[in-house]
C-alpha cells in the first residue's frame, strides 16, 4: 500500500459520477454511510432494504445532506431466497445488461441468542451472511459492467481469525452459539466466498475485482438488532472494549469504501482498521485469516452454496 493511503479517509474517494452502486444493508450502520460517501461523490445508489419504508427512510436521511444524490429504494430480504430472486428480477427488468459498476455485500446479523430458521430452513445467521449474499452475487453477476475499477466486495470480520467452518454442522444444527460459532462461521463463508469468487474471476479473465473488508468495532445497531439488549459474554467484552477500542460506523465504513474504491487495491485483498487489533482506526490490507484461505474449503463451500440455494454460479 502507497504512503499516501496512510490515513485514507472518505474525502479520498475518486468522484463516483456515472457509476451505479448496489449496497445491502444501506439503511443502518456501516452500510449507510458507505452509501452516504458513494452518493456524495455522484455514485448512483439502489438501496435494497427489508422494507421499502426503510429504504425510503435512509434516502431521506442522505437527500438532507446530498439533495442531488440519485438514490433508487428497493426491497430485499437476504434470509429469504425468494426475496433475493425477486429483488434480483426487479433489477434485471430496470436495469437490463450489463449495468452495475459496484456491488456492495454489507448487509449482516450478529449473535442471534437461539438457534433460528429463516422461511427456507437455513439457520438465520448463515442465510442472512452468506446464503443470501452468495444468491445475490450470483444472480446479478451477469450484471456486472466487466470492466476495469469495477468491484465486488464483501464486508467480512474480524472474528474469522478465530472461526472455523465445519461442515457437519454449517446450519449449526448439532451445536449453536451465537457469536463464537454460528455468527464467526457464517463471516468465514463471506471470507471464503470472496477469495474463492476472486479465484474464478481471474480464472475467466474477469476484470472485475473482488475484495474484502471488515470495519473493526463499529458502533451501530449490530450490537443489539441480533443480540437484544442482554448480557452474554460477549456483550460483556464489547462492553469493555467499547470506550478505548471502538469507533462511530461513519470510520466502520472506511475499509469497505477503501475496498470499493481505492485504485490501489487489488483483487482478493483484505482491508481494515490499522489500530490496537485491527478494531479501530484507518483503512489499512490486513491479512487473511488461514481458515479462509484454504481452496478446498472455499470450493466445497460454494458446492454446498449451489445446492442449498439451487442456483449455480459460474462466473
Ligand atoms: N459493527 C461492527 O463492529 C462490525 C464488525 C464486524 C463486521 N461487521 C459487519 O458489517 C456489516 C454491517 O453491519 P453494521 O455494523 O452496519 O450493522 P447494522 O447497523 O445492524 O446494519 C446491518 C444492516 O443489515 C441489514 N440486514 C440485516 N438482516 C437483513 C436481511 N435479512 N436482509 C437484508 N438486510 C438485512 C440491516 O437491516 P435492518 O435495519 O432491517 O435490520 C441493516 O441495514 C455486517 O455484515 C456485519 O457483519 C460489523
Known amino acids: ?10 474525502n479520498l474517494i475518486p468522484s ?12 443502518s450502520g456501516i452500510g449507510f454511510e458507505t452509501a452516504l460517501e458513494l452518493a456524495r461523490k455522484g455514485a448512483e445508489i439502489i438501496l435494497p432494504a427489508r422494507s421499502l419504508a426503510k429504504a425510503n ?13 440519485s438514490l433508487v429504494p428497493a ?4 434470509a429469504s431466497q425468494a426475496s433475493v430472486r ?42 442472512t451472511n452468506f446464503l443470501g449474499p452468495f444468491a445475490l452475487t450470483a444472480l446479478l453477476y451477469p450484471h456486472m459492467r466487466q470492466q476495469q475499477g469495477n468491484r465486488i466486495v464483501i464486508v467480512s470480520s474480524s472474528i474469522t481469525k478465530f472461526a472455523k467452518i465445519d461442515f457437519a454442522n454449517l446450519q449449526s444444527e448439532h451445536r449453536y452459539s451465537p457469536m463464537a460459532q454460528a455468527y464467526a462461521q457464517s463471516k468465514l463463508a463471506d471470507s471464503l466466498f470472496a477469495l474463492e469468487l476472486h479465484r474464478r474471476m481471474a480464472k475467466a479473465g474477469s476484470p472485475v475485482i473482488v475484495t474484502s473488508a471488515h470495519p473493526g468495532y463499529a458502533i451501530t445497531n449490530l450490537q443489539t438488532s441480533g443480540p437484544g439488549t442482554g448480557l452474554s459474554p460477549f456483550q460483556i467484552v464489547a462492553a469493555i472494549l467499547k470506550p478505548f477500542a471502538s469507533q462511530d460506523a461513519a470510520h466502520g465504513a472506511l475499509p469497505t469504501l477503501f475496498a470499493a474504491v481505492a485504485p490501489q487495491a487489488a483483487s482478493g485483498d483484505y482491508y481494515g482498521p490499522d489500530g490496537f487489533s485491527e478494531l479501530k482506526g484507518y483503512p489499512k490490507l490486513v491479512p487473511i485469516p488461514s481458515a479462509a484461505q484454504d481452496p478446498k474449503d472455499a470450493e466445497r463451500l460454494w458446492r454446498e452454496a449451489e445446492t442449498l440455494t439451487g442456483i449455480t454460479f459460474r462466473p
Open 57 to 69: 427512510d435512509a434516502i431521506n436521511r442522505i437527500r438532507k445532506e446530498i439533495p442531488s444524490a
Open 86 to 127: 425477486e429483488f434480483a428480477s426487479w433489477f434485471s427488468a430496470q436495469y437490463p445488461g450489463p449495468s452495475i459498476d459496484l456491488l456492495i455485500n454489507n448487509a449482516g446479523v450478529m449473535a442471534i441468542p437461539k438457534r433460528e430458521l429463516t422461511v427456507d430452513g437455513f439457520e438465520r445467521q448463515f442465510a
Open 75 to 78: 426491497v430485499l430480504d437476504l
Open 16 to 27: 463516483q459520477s456515472g457509476r451505479r452502486v448496489v449496497i445491502t444493508g444501506a439503511n
Open 1 to 10: 500500500m502507497s504512503e499516501q493511503t496512510k490515513q485514507w479517509t472518505a
